[in-house]
Every structure is written in C-alpha cells, then in structure tokens.
C-alpha cells in the first residue's frame, strides 16, 4: 500500500544512507588523494633535502682533500726542503738544519691543525716529528713504500694507530734527493686527527633532526665500513662492516655504486630514507639518511588532521542527512495523521449522507463466483420496501430479491460491476407481492467489484403524473372544443341577429309615420340590444382567437410597439384632450401584435374612464433581474380596492353601459395575452385618483 | 341627359331574409337593375355558364357573393369565376357575415374585387348599397347613346 509507514520508512532510510555512504565514500576518497599526493610531495621534498645536504658534505670533503694534498705538495720535490731533509739525515748534529726543519713544518703543523707532521726514512724509521714524542711509526711502513714507489703525494686513508688506538688519517710526501729524482730520502707524514674537525664536520647536519647523520663508507673487500663515528651505535668506526649482500643497507646501496635518494633499512634496523653519492677522487661514499619515522613525523600530524577532518566531515553529513530524514519523517508522519484525520471527516460524512440519505441505498459486492451479495443498505431502503435489510445482508440479490430473479437486472449490475456497461438509470414498475410500485432506480459501481443501487419510490408521482396527463388532455379536448364553439358560434349567431335587427329597422324606416312614439322606442331597443348582441359576439371571437392565432415569439420593440398603438389612438386621444407620456420601453421575446392589443386595451381604458380633468396617462417600464414591470398610469375614476379583482374576469363591468360603453372582455383579453407571455397582469388604484394597470414580462430569452 | 341601361346583379344567396333585404336596399337606390337570385353555388355557377335552364340569363354586371353558401361554397364559386376567361372579367363584390382575417386574406388572394361585412344596422346596410353602385359607376362604361 502506498501509505504504508514502515515500507516508507525502510525505504527513505536506505536512501538516506546510500546517501551518506556516497558522501562519504567521496569525502574518504578525496582525503586518501590528497593525503598521498601531500605525502609524494613532501618525500619528494625531504630527498631534495638530503641530496642537497649530501651534496654540500660531498663538496666541502673534496675541497679539504684538495687543500690537504696541496699542504702535502708545499713539500713534493721542492729542492730547499729536500736539501734540508738531506743535510739533517746526513748530518744528524746538524742542529741548524734540524731547526729550520721543526721550524718550517711546526708552521704547517700549527696553521693547518694536523694532529702531528713526521719524518720517517726510508727504513721507516721516524727521524723528526712535531710535536715531539717517541711514538713508533710501524704501521705506517707500508704506506711509506707506497708512497715512495708511486712518488706522489697521496692520502692514507683512516686507519687505526695502533700505539694509542686512535684514528688517523694523513697525507704522504714522498722526499727525495735533490740530484736524482728517484732517489728516495724518506717519508713527509702530515697526520690528522679526524676528531677535530673531520668527523664534527661530517656529523653538522644543518637543521635540528633526531635521527639524521651523515655517514662516510668505504669498501674493503664485500664489505662497507664506516669511518666515522655514528650516532646512534659507539666504537663503530672502522669496526662495523656491514656486508654488501645486505643491500638493504643505504651504505652498500652507496658503496655499489649507487647516487641518488633511496630507501633502506639501516644499521640499526630501522626504515630510512638516504641520499648516497660516492665522494669523487676518494675511496669514499657519502650517506646523508634520516628516519623515515622522523621525516614523516610531520606528515602524521597531517595524517591525522585529514583523518580529523573526514570524521568532521563525516560526522557533519551523516549528522545533516540524519536530521533531513529525520525531518522528513516527522513530516510524513504528520501528513499522514493530517491525511488519516481528513478520512476520518470524510467518511464520517459519508456515512451520514448514506443514513439520513432520502433514496434506498443497497450496496452488492460481485464475488469471484460471479454472485452479486449484498452488502449494506440505509435506513431509507428499509423504509421504501418495508424490509428490514439485516435479514437480506449476506444472501445474494436472487435470494434477497425472489422477484428479481426471473430478470435481467442482476446480470445488468453484473455488468456495470465488471465495468462492462457505465451507470445505469432506469424506472421500473412492479406489481407482485414483493413490491408494489413504481421505482426510479440508479445503479453505478463505487469501487472495483463493488456496486450501489440507488432508489426512491416514485409510485405517488407516477399516479401523479398520469392524473395530470389525462387532466391536460381533457382540457386541451375541451378548450378545443370550446374554441369550435365560440367561432361556430359567433358566425350562426349573427346571421339571426342581423335579421332582426336589419327588419326592425326596415319596419321603422318604412312605416316611420304610421308608428307612434312608443313603437318607435320599442324598436329602437330592439335594435340596441341587437347590436350589443353582437359586439358581445365579436368580442368574444376575438377572445377565443387569442389561442387558435397565436403566432411564434420573437423579439418585440414595445417603444414602436406603441407608437403603432398611439396612431391608432390619435383620434380617440385629439377628442378627449388627453396627454400621453412614454417612458423608454425595453425590447421582450413575444407576439407584437397580441402586446400592441394590451396597450390598446389599457390605454383605451384610461382614455374612457376619465374623470373631469382632461386624461394624463404615463407609460413607464421597470427594470427587475428577470423581468420587466411596464406600467400603464392615469388620472382617472379609479377602482375601489374591492373591485380590483373582479375588473379582469370577463364580462364582468362596474360600470352600466349607459355610463361607460364596452363589452366587459378587454381586461380579460389583456389578461389572457400576458399569461400566454408568461408574466402577470394587475392595478393599483384609489378611487376617484385614478389607476395603474401594470404587467410583467420575463426577460429576453426568459420564458 | 344620359340614359343607363339597368344593371344586371347577380346576388348569390341562400338566405331569403337576407335576399330580400338586399331588394329592398336596392329599392331605395336610384339605379335600375334587374337583380337575379341564385340560392347555392351550384345555381350561380349555371347562370353563369347559362345551362340548366339559365340558356337565357344575361350576363352579370356585379356579382354579390355570399361566403357561406349550401352545395357549393363561395369560396369555390369566387375561384371557378377568377379562373374562368370569360368570367373573370366581372367584378365581384364578397358580401359576408364574418370579418375573420383569413376569410378577408383569402378573398382578395382569389381577387375579389371587394368585401363588405353585412352590417347589423339598416342604414349602413343601405350606404353598402350606395357604395356598392358609386363603385359600378365608376368601373362601368356609358353605353352607346342610341335611343336620345
């Protein structure tokens, strides 16, 4: 069902979290891109980082290896030293030439901070050494050959003395005499300490770091040692040697020969990011690392920020897609009260109109068998048909209704129930036991399967009908042939009439001087009443015209109307004096000629029953919503209230004929015209102040 | 002083009262005329066409035709003169006790040359007549002046 709160509910609970979850599956996309593109970034930027940082060490370390070589070739074949290196060899005791020697190298020793500057021979035996002390030279046998067997200046790498077990590191010059150039003197040793400035040279890292270092290596068979003291591990130098195999190592990484950044696990077992570069003219290789913990440290902060912010965000659209839903629920369930309470009303109505309702209402139900069952009725049908309808509820209409059965009726609300046939209206007439009377009956389908009848009782205006119907024709018969009668009459009647009154008068035209006096008025009112006579028939003709010469209606100008009624007048109206005033008079629907007659009649009227004043008639039309009211006033002897009625009856006169001349039927006639137009006839009056006639004419169209 | 030949009337009408009436009107004209009665429309219709006894019947200077007549209507008799060639010619004046407008209308449709209700009172009856020989002498033509 459409309303169903809970399907509804379900429904637009799924939808809204499909909302969300598109919400956020969006909003953890975007954080997830942005967070990787922030991190390759900053990676990026952190190994720019170190390869700059290498790349400074890597240029300093060359610059000091120039620099120390140069100190070393100050020394190389330069023939002043080698002289004095010669005489001080040969002549011991010579205490000038060992003089000017401690001299000379005491100020390279002191200007250039070597650790101490020593003479050894060729036997590697030390002759001379500043700052003084015996100290063995033993170790440093091979490399004197070295240098003299290759005969330049060269370093010797970091290694440890062995008297003391420090680390050393030098530059050898190799002397020799002045005359031969092959001929070998000894060994110039400018030995450095790399604790003063070499080591915390390489150890400077140029912005505060918890991790970073920066490592010399080199390689000594398949493996890398390290030359310089590490942070994070002590006596390492040139004691720890890391295998080349482990190539997680950014120092094997470094000492086979790789540049660049790169990733790694380093000596302590700990994830780094290293910059490696070999140190050019050196068996060195740089390594710049630092923590991938450390360098990302920052980036977690971000990590969590993004993840702070998608839980906002998350939060903040699952909390405005909750509270919408929730909005709309509580609208819907607010609706649907509103909706269920209308119902309610509605039917509530419904039910009432069904109760007090003045038709029989039966309601059927067509089962699946085809069976029409009734299902419910009103108060009003139990009245019509006199039976309770609780004992038909539940039967079918054949059973309900044994009269029905033989008919085609329920196979008709069969139909309109299957929707084969629209809304049926009918009127049966019934005469069995069941049912005595005639019924105006209406069946038509409320819902799907389901119909109603709806009936009322309309035996007594049947009965009705019919008595008018016979009642009418009995009048219209009679009418007809009262008309037949008045023409017929009013023909043959005249015929004797005018003998009559034709003779007498040729009597006393012929024997006028036989006759005396009282037979001259005896045939005189012979004569008059012969002509009333007939005037009276005339009349009377003309009355029962006004149904056998009706014409069609059509539309009427009453001003010309009357103006046609004026000239016919004009005589009449010159010889009594009288003055006529004519308001506007509207157009009406109706027979000219038979309106013309009304005004003739009832301005004829006000012309004859003047009073001692010259007449004043005025016509005048008054306008209602549906009709007009056209009013026909005078000055004359006016009617008493009494009388008024009787005026308009035919034959009927208040006055004798020897006061007023007439025949008594012009009022009649007048109102008998305006009924045929379908408007009323009357008069207002006072006695001796004159009258007003008036009639109503519905309006134009309105019949 | 010219001398009129008296006018042949033709009065048809079935009621006596009223024929003697018209003599009687007549009288008191000036006019001479000889007046022939015919009872019906049968017995016009013969003088007329002179059979039947009527072999020597003039022919009618003035017809006076009365609507209602026993056999055959006036009405019927006023067409059969207008369609007849040789009748048609003869003017017809319609006289009638009812002044029903459709018996006027169809008068004059079938060209009565006049229609005069039959008055109630004598003296009017009397001026028909006088109109009645004010319109012969003004249709009728002086005959030839043979006996002066």
Known sequence: MKNDPAASGFKSAICAILIFLFLGTCI????????IRYERDYRAEAGRQLIAISELKVGELIQYRKERLGDGNVFYKNLVFSRLVRRFFDQPEDTDARQQLELWLGKIQNYYQYSRVFLIDTQAVERLSIPAGAVAAADLSSYSIESLRSGRVSFFDFHRYSPNQSIVLGVLVPVFAESGTNVPLGVLVLQIDPTTYLY??????PVPSETAETLLVRREGDK????NPLRFQTNAVLTLRASLANTDLPAAKAVLGQKGVVE???YRGVPVLAAVSPVPDSPWFMVAREDISEIFSPMRAQFWQVVGMI????????????????????RFYREKAKVAEALRESEEQYRSIVESSPSGLYSYHLTADNHLILTGANPAADRILGIPHLQLLGKTIEEAFPVLAGTEIPEMYRKVARREIDSQHMETDYRDGMFNGCYDVTVFRSTPGNIVVSFRDITQRKQAEQRLAETTEHLRASNRDLEQFAYIASHDLQEPLRMVANYVQLLERRYKDKLDQDAKDFISYAADGAVRMQALIDSLLEYSRLQTRKKPFEEVNLQKTLGRVMRDLEGRILETGARVTIDPLPHVFGDGLQLGLVFQNFISNALKFRGEKPPEVHVAAEEFSNHWKITVSDNGIGIEPEHQERIFKIFQRLYSRSEYPGTGIGLAICQRIIERHGGKTGVESELKKGSLFWFTLPKKGET | MAVFRAIEILLVEDN??????????????KIRNNLHVAKDGVEAMQFLRRINGYNDAPRPDLILLDLNLPKKDGREVLAEIKTDENLRSIPVVILTTSDAEEDVANAYQMYANCYIRKPIDLNRFIDVVKVIENFWLSIVELPPNGDN
């Open chain 1, 264 to 266: 790694g696990v380093d």
């Open chain 1, 28 to 35: 953890i996309t975007i954080g997830i891109l942005l967070y």
């Open chain 2, 16 to 29: 006596p009262g009223d024929v003697r009436l018209t003599q009687e009107a007549l009288k008191e004209n």
């Open chain 1, 224 to 227: 890398a040692v390290f030359l």
């Open chain 1, 200 to 205: 915390p040279f390489i150890q400077r890292w």
């Open chain 1, 311 to 330: 839980s906002i965000l998350l939060f903040g659209s699952g909390a405005v897609i909750g509270l919408v839903w929730r909005q709309q629920r509580v």
